[in-house]
């Protein structure tokens, strides 16, 4: 675990947004399904990503790196499709602590009839997966939770079927089967029973599959038709620009600076574009183009935001709070305790080391807006999302932050630092005394 003493009094310059991460899970599966050959541009192999490459790769995808592979750079890959014939009957696939990885290759697994053994580490498997299990009652399918409660282990073919699915589960059940139900023999159908959480998750879904040959439809996100016999078609894909990523940048330029995120399509289906609305909302008048945006720093304002379609933008949303005059309420953010972290109590624990009045809900944060934090000690509770928050709050501190777990930040952003520095940061590698 690495700890660093970070700061970052006046951030200034532009910042060249990483790939989104959830398009390239979509997109690296969907590539892996065609027969054929695709290529992928712009990838960046954060933890999570590598695990799902690395899952498509034990089903027997050819994915290689076009040019030179580097840890935080974005990179051009080639992917040859799986061969059914040469799966392995048995396999092991690690999903390291990404939900994504896990939630979206047990249905892939699940077309081939192997015996799929997935691993993982960190608080992955204390998140739910109770709808794949009641589907895995319902049709027979053999499963086993490890002992350790580490793995869990699969064998079976899934079927085409009806499918009743909560809407205010996480959207990463749903995108996994919309994954692997267009290949079953028969049509199927995905009926959402209460109204749908995180659809914009959902819309990625559709749009990178439409992109590989795959016809979904949607009836008013109430139900999703899917015709069997479906086969993916290889493509060449570019992966646009991160708005989760983003999202921390264009605080940092609202809170004391002036950044310009590139790289963004401003027409984009993500989820966090929200954070535009957000930074609005909360007084900010962001400069918009077509492919960036830049946010300078500005008096902002609480707010009440609805976290229910942007769970991922809570815990920066809840730096903002801490730092803008008012009070400012984050609701409807309780799936946001079963992620890497409980995001709740971890925003409310360590803003509050920080010196921010924030007081922890059932389902979200109220907090009291202070002009200046103290700075001082503070943990990720290995959390990428808890780290690079955290990492932002330096901009309005009277001292230092200290963050133990700063190595959070790889499972999605492995270049985060490099950029910190870039826009006027200072790190310094922290070791406390024993």
Not at 226 to 241: C, F, L
Not at 393 to 422: E, L, T
């Amino acid at each position: 675990m690495k700890n660093l003493e970070v700061s970052l009094p006046c951030p200034q310059g532009e910042v060249l947004v990483p790939p989104s991460k959830s398009i390239s899970h979509r997109a690296v599966i969907c590539a892996s399904l065609a027969q054929g050959n695709s290529v992928l541009q712009n990838v960046a192999f954060s933890d999570d990503i590598s695990a799902t490459v690395l899952g498509m790769r034990a089903f027997g995808a050819n994915i290689r790196y076009l040019g030179n592979y580097m840890d935080d750079k974005a990179n051009d890959i080639s992917v040859e499709g799986i061969k059914p014939e040469n799966i392995p009957e048995n396999l092991v696939i690690d999903c390291k602590e990404s939900g994504s990885t896990l939630r979206f290759l047990i249905p892939v697994a699940l077309l081939f009839g192997s015996h799929v053994t997935f691993t993982g580490s960190g608080r992955l498997f204390s998140r739910p997966l109770d709808v794949y299990y009641d589907i895995f009652e319902k049709q027979g399918i053999h499963y086993q939770v490890g002992e350790d409660g580490l793995s869990l282990t699969v064998l079976g073919k899934l079927k085409a079927d009806i499918f009743e699915i909560p809407g205010n589960v996480s959207s990463q059940f749903i995108s996994g089967l919309l994954f692997a139900l267009p290949c079953l023999e028969g049509d199927s159908e995905i009926i959402i029973k209460s109204p749908l959480e995180s659809r914009s998750y959902i819309d990625l879904t559709l749009e990178v599959l439409s992109k590989f040959g795959i016809k979904i439809k949607n009836q008013n996100y109430e139900r999703f038709l899917i015709s069997g016999s479906q086969s993916y078609k290889p493509a060449d894909y570019i992966v646009e620009g991160d708005f989760s990523q983003a999202a921390f940048w264009l605080a940092a330029g609202v809170l004391g600076g002036d950044v310009t995120c590139l790289n963004l399509n401003i027409n984009s289906k993500q989820p966090d574009k929200y954070i535009i609305d957000i930074i609005k909302t909360m007084g900010a008048k962001p400069i918009i183009g077509s492919s960036f945006i830049r946010a300078k720093a500005c008096r902002t304002v609480g707010s009440v935001i609805d976290a229910s379609q942007c769970p991922d933008l809570v815990p920066i949303v809840a730096v903002l709070g801490a730092l803008s005059s008012g009070t400012t309420q984050i609701t409807n953010a309780e799936r946001l305790r079963l992620k890497e972290s409980d995001r709740l109590k971890a925003m409310s624990s360590e803003l509050g080391q920080l010196g921010a009045k924030i007081q922890e809900l059932p389902d979200g944060l109220i907090i009291e807006g202070r002009d200046m934090l103290e700075g001082g000690v503070v943990y990720s509770w290995n959390d990428h999302r808890i780290a690079m928050a955290l990492a932002i709050s330096s901009v309005r501190c009277k001292m230092p932050v200290i963050i133990k777990g700063s190595d959070a930040v790889n499972k999605s952003y492995p270049g985060f630092w490099k950029d910190f520095v870039k826009l006027g940061g200072q790190i310094d590698e922290f070791f406390f005394r024993s």
